[in-house]
């Protein structure tokens, strides 16, 4: 009998994790992946820092180079190929060399679909215009952080205030860039209340961002091939630089075509295992959809964790060990300036969709001792079903110290914790960390009292 | 009939907790407070930062003064009042007014008893000397604080490498003071496993603090009345300023005086709601037994968060709000320099000391990805029960930003989690904050493969 043959369409977190994991557990597996791209295993999250110039180099975003996963992995990572079809049937890809344009047909036995996730771009064909970018892969990054240095732009136009939006703004700001954000609704980060959107949208103002909320982008005006302005629905706003960060869908458009299930925005449809509905097809990383561990509900989450966590779990089934993903709670952080800004679980208008009877509480607190040297104020925002007080999700905005705290709130979601068991909680206290009270404690005590 | 009275003896964070909570619930009850020192509801856990210099004033350390539980809400502070005895049967106590000397009894419905904690200080007749140090109570801080400005010592030794130990080492080094400490295990913070105290002590000598470890106080050489020497049993070192940091006890002699039964070190036995073995006392803060939320045993726990939560627990209970304590974990953080250190749950002496059957897994990681600036290093220990994984405890050591990472073990171990729940838990990521998988999962991993 000839060696099993794992294909891994996509070079980045959960397709070398996957390959990793199964080499790992099974040194005799024939592991193939193909990347589209130059690049294997690289940070998609640092790429605002190379665009700020706080990381001096692409090549120290690459966790593991292709030409180490084949020396010390025995992994043959194929860069530059292109899966362009599955045929589940008869267990084969066709793939296409893009030094060449040479195609051909590579059979398996276990195939792992993980190609990631795409920006959303306007339809609009002055969206391909020179210094118009979005983040998409790490090559799209080195792009951005070239154009940087060589069109030395002065004015910049962020669209969309989500986490690349409120990054790339921190990072342009930090290159004495003139920066505009133009975000469609009432505040920016959407997957806060917008109380605490507000906070967000502050820490924006405060770092001289300008910022057009409730506007929409309506077109772009060139100029020799370049960008000169951005048109939104109420002004003509100029612009040297545009970054794009409207969001991001799973790219999921070869799974489709080979008829494997997709479910929420398009992502593609996996069991706690990582398996699709088609058979031998597996699926991880940011093109599929996980279930959130609060509502029940599906969910797409594309972050660089769920991608690490479902490309290892989709190596151990692979390789026999039988492990179960048991969902995401939608926790994420970034930082504006010293702002961190941190959310986890449901929001109120995920609660408000689920039909959810919920109560929330806004406390303002310290990040450490009132009298400590340092201490900077801190917003949290705890959620919690009114008739059980069993937390729903929390969200938090403060200075630096602040961001982490999230994950106190994920261990309770994790567990069903309740507002009450939060306030009981014996979490560390000393003058440089904290109140006595943790404000994550303040805002559990606020909500037993309104609940 | 009249107004129930409720006494208070102790006017700082347990006994003020308590009091503001009955009068939150109850306006009408009659609230005393004896207060033996002239200040109420400060911060203990800020001395050290005043000895610093950190914090500029006593004054900041105080949250609230008695004008303000007098004026505000109606709580009838007395401070300088010592309660010197107990008559349960005959529900009163008796009472020194320390100004003029009067006795006096108070009639009480009920009694609660926060008389905290007591440095523990070595049998010896030099231990008075001036220039040798225990932080007890407010006054002793700010004693400390202008022993520190008048004397202007060069040299200082610190007895005991336990949490006041580190602190006020690392506020004599900010001072500029020459700085010895003297701890009798083989490393400093025995209530980290040693690998980790090893990190402590570490931590220490790169602040420039001599460190003799596995070396007992002898005793002290004085000369018109001050400090000049501290002796070991190996040595003798100059000293013109000594920090005694070798422990404290819960102030329970009182209580023992009046046969309210003690547990565990001598402190006084309450139930979850905060009540004694003796009718209509209670007791907390400091001076009390807590159950351990791992272990399941009585221990002891004296930490400003716990003052303030059973103070509370007692407050509300003393209302006819049954709230039960459901105990405690040994959380506890504190910093040297930029090292941060931090510990909940049961350590590997306390696991052997239960008869489990434990496994332990230790990491060197990075507070941030590696590639973001200012990625300093961490480690984490964990430890967990061999045949469920349930976690049993942890510890952490490493750069700005680690410290307050327990309490996402605080919150697993609240809640009984396992090393898998860890490694599955959706923990925040962004690489300002931490590398992919959080240095506490990286633990968790590491644990599942040697488990």
Chains 1, 2 share one sequence.
């Not at 700001?173 to 209340?193: C, F, K, N, W, Y």
């Not at 190596?315 to 800004?341: D, H, Q, R, W, Y």
């Not at 507002?419 to 009270?437: K, N």
Request: glycine share 10%.
């Amino acid at each position: 009998m000839s060696k099993r043959i794992l294909v891994v369409i996509g070079g980045d977190a959960a397709g070398m994790s996957a390959a990793s994991q199964v080499r790992r557990n099974d040194p005799q597996r024939e592991i193939i992946a193909y990347e589209r791209g130059e690049h294997t295993s690289y940070a998609a999250c640092g790429m605002p820092y190379l665009a700020a110039g706080l990381v001096a180099r692409p090549e120290d975003l690459v966790a593991r180079r292709p030409e180490v996963f084949r020396e010390r992995q025995n992994i043959q990572v194929h860069t530059r190929h292109e899966v362009i079809a599955i045929e589940p049937q008869s267990q084969r890809v066709r793939v296409r060399r893009l030094g060449d344009g040479l195609e051909f047909w590579q059979a398996y036995d276990d195939l792992l679909i993980a190609t990631g996730a795409l920006p959303i771009v306007p339809d609009l064909a002055e969206a391909r215009a020179e210094g118009i970018h979005a983040l998409k892969d790490l090559a799209s990054g080195i792009a951005l952080a070239r154009d940087l240095e060589e069109a030395q732009p002065r004015r910049a136009v962020i669209i969309g205030g989500g986490y690349i939006g409120l990054e790339m703004a921190e990072a342009l700001r930090l290159r004495g860039i003139e920066t505009a954000l133009v975000h469609r609704g009432p505040q920016v980060m959407s997957t806060l209340d917008v109380e605490m959107g507000a906070l967000a949208s502050h820490a924006l103002v405060e770092l001289g961002v300008q910022l057009y909320l409730n506007e929409k982008l309506a077109g772009f005006e060139t100029q020799a091939g370049r960008v000169r302005a951005v048109v939104t629905d109420q002004r003509t706003l100029p612009a040297d630089l545009v970054i794009l960060g409207m969001g991001i869908r799973p790219n999921s458009d070869l799974a489709a075509a080979a008829g494997i299930p997709l479910g929420v925005r398009r992502a593609i449809r996996v069991n706690p295992r990582m398996q699709t509905e088609t058979p031998q097809v597996w699926a991880a990383g940011d093109c599929i959809e996980s279930l959130h561990r609060v509502s029940g509900q599906p969910t797409y989450a594309a972050l660089g964790t769920v991608a690490n966590k479902t490309g290892r779990i989709a190596g151990l089934n692979l390789t026999g060990v039988a492990t179960a993903f048991p969902g995401v709670l939608g926790t994420a952080i970034t930082k504006v300036g010293e702002t961190e800004i941190a959310r986890s679980g449901l929001q109120s208008r995920e609660c408000e969709g689920l039909g959810l009877d919920y109560t929330a509480a806004q406390i303002a607190s310290r990040t450490r001792a009132g009298y400590y040297p340092g201490t900077r104020e801190i917003a949290v925002r705890l959620l919690a079903d009114r008739g059980t007080g069993r937390l729903l999700g929390g969200q938090i905005v403060g200075g630096p110290g602040s961001g982490k705290r999230i994950d106190t709130i994920a261990a309770a979601l994790t567990a069903g914790l309740t507002a009450q068991d939060l306030v009981d909680m014996d979490l560390s206290y000393a003058p440089p960390f904290s109140p006595v009270w943790d404000p994550v404690q303040t805002a559990a005590r606020v909500l037993l009292r309104e609940s």
